[in-house]
């Protein structure tokens, strides 16, 4: 492969983290996605698409010894992945184009949220290392917030912003469903490769979907071919084989749903006897409407006590903007998973007043202290409360909320009897993982066994 510049730091580096990271217009330009949940990036990726943005998902993981070489290896396993993906692609491109490489081209997206983790920082580090290379300084990096909610208003002009936020979401949605229908159908299917083989080929007939009718909201158009797509699959379950205990992944976002990073948990699993349900990525999106809402009703109280009238109103008109947003997340959720339940029994996915309630009455966690703990948590206990016969929490090595989920989730999963297993994954081979998640499997099988016959299970 053919080498780069790579330049000494720039002496003045924070200015870079003001005019290289900023959530900018990519009209015009190709953006850069680095693949988390496979059906949801390239979905997104068709998203942007469909409103005259050339996107592309990169190639993941090919590049993750990039991606290490440049950090100092404290960092969170996701960001060195991510990194690697963005300088083997870029790396790919120049060598592809030469001479007429032009990172002006170019946008790399990389989300981000606000609070106490990490995440926040992985575009400022990136763009420092990028910084670094010559050939790459000029690939700006544009990024959506937590902090308003994904506001997709200073990516994209405003006539399309609107539409595109609808559009993605229920794209989300739908790679949810797509998600749940390959882990419901995969374990029992008549032929081994079978449901693969036919969800590729569902994937490339969807992105063309949403590239040719997302523009227009043409959301009927999606629904049918979801529906066709669902009840096709669901023909491929064989239905002599038995159930199977049915496991919920909790935990960080991107490890559980890159299936690279996470060395394919749920294929492991499900080759142990396990019928697996990992946490939606519609679930997060969700969450950061719902956390905004309790946001302004704080912010709202405050505003009345110190009587600032003008605040008070502003935050009103924020507000309604926001319940619009819940009702309307709600609205296409349950149109899309209803599309696949009259065909196939997929896990429904449970709200997040549910998953608060959980947590409060027993006092456990609480949104106000945010991030993923709260999610992971209550997810969790929402999976048990369903039947689930067992929890698998999967993070990166050392993330710090789902440091937290483990010190709450394993005691309590403890007492309740119910199988549980931390999955932490930093890239390295651990050589007793799968003699451990063969173990968890067992149990599992044992805590459905038990669960019928109305024994308690006894670890
Ligand atoms: S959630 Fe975990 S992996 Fe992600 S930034 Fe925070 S600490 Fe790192």
Request: glycine share 6%; proline share 6%; net charge positive.
């Amino acid at each position: 492969m053919e080498s780069v510049t790579l330049s000494p730091a720039p002496p003045s580096s924070f200015h870079r983290l003001d005019v290289g990271v900023k959530p900018s217009d990519v009209s015009g330009k190709t953006l850069l996605i680095p693949e988390m949940a496979p059906f949801g990036s390239h979905l997104i990726a068709a998203c942007f698409r469909a409103m005259g943005t050339d996107a592309v998902v990169m190639e993941t993981y090919k590049g993750v010894n990039l991606g290490r070489e440049f950090t100092s290896g404290k960092e969170c396993f996701p960001c060195q992945v991510t990194l690697g993906d963005i300088l083997h692609h870029l790396r790919k491109e120049k060598e592809r184009l030469g001479p007429a490489f032009s990172p002006e081209q170019y946008v790399y997206f990389l989300p981000e949220a606000d609070g106490p983790c990490r995440f926040g920082m992985y575009n400022k580090l990136q763009r420092l290392i990028l910084d670094r290379f010559e050939e790459f300084k000029e690939v700006p990096i544009v990024y959506l917030s937590t902090e308003d909610a994904y506001s997709t208003g200073s990516i994209m002009p405003p006539e399309r912003a609107s539409a595109f936020r609808r559009l993605s979401y229920v794209a989300i949605i739908i790679a949810d469903v797509l998600d749940r229908t390959v882990w419901r159908v995969r374990p029992y299917e008549w032929r081994p490769g079978m449901t693969d083989e036919f969800m590729k080929k569902a994937l490339e007939a969807m992105v063309s979907m949403i590239e040719t009718v997302g523009a227009d909201l043409n959301f009927k158009k999606m629904y049918r071919m979801l529906e066709d797509i669902v009840a096709t699959a669901a023909s491929f379950i064989d239905p002599h084989q038995p159930r199977r205990p049915r496991i919920g992944i909790v935990g960080e976002i991107y490890l559980r749903s890159h299936p690279d990073s996470n060395q394919n948990i749920v294929r492991q699993l499900e080759r142990f006897g396990a019928e697996v349900v990992d946490a939606s990525i519609g679930e997060w999106i969700n969450f950061i409407t719902f956390v905004q809402a309790r946001k302004l009703q704080r912010q709202w109280k405050l505003a009345q006590k110190i009587r600032d009238h003008k605040a008070m109103r502003q935050i009103s008109r924020q507000w309604l903007a926001n319940r619009i947003e819940i009702l309307y997340q709600s609205r296409r959720q349950n149109q899309v998973y209803r599309c696949a339940l009259k065909h196939l029994d997929i896990e429904a996915d449970h709200t997040i007043r549910s998953i608060e309630r959980r947590l409060d009455r027993n006092r456990l966690y609480s949104f106000d202290i945010g991030t993923e703990a709260a999610l992971s948590i209550g997810g969790a206990l929402e999976y048990v409360h369903h039947g689930f016969d067992g929890i698998v929490n999967v993070f990166p090595f050392t993330c710090m909320p789902s440091t937290i989920c483990t010190a709450v989730l394993k005691p309590l999963l403890h007492k309740m009897k119910v199988p549980y297993i931390d999955a932490p994954y930093d890239g390295g081979i651990q050589p007793n993982r799968e003699v451990a998640l063969r173990t968890f499997a067992y149990q599992a099988r044992q805590h459905l066994a038990s669960r019928k016959t109305g024994q308690t299970l006894r670890h």
